[in-house]
């Protein structure tokens, strides 16, 4: 089975994320399957980065950085998962980490014809809001 896991980022020990989502890979790797990641909004790369992130497994990945415009990382998306061929793609959703308001519309609605002839999944992280301000329009849509 090909798996591609989508996160916000994956700097080492930066993001939580991103960190259980290599974790995941290299246990998954370990029973066989073929995986990848792809960082849609990498806060710690500067430009964009295809490379093997290694601990006790090798994992590739495609670290796209924040600084992106979404028409750039969606063509960034689209060829490295043409590359894969992906039979399942697993978000692991933090909203923040795709969308600095939380709310990555644009996101969602161009992804998803990209990945119309694959199994998602879907994995939800870290959905709290601000406690302090509960009924702001932002927090009620969240």
Known sequence: MRILFICG????????VGDYTRKLAAKLISLTCEVSIIAINDQAVLSTQEEIQQAATSVPVLRIPKKLTWEDKLDLIEQFSANFKPDVVSFQYVPYSFHEKGLP???????KSYFEKVNLQLMMHELWVDGNNPASIKNKIL
């Not at 980022?9 to 939580?16: N, R």
């Open 9 to 16: 980022g994956l700097a080492p020990g930066k993001d939580g």
């Open 105 to 111: 519309f644009q996101m969602i609605w161009k992804l």
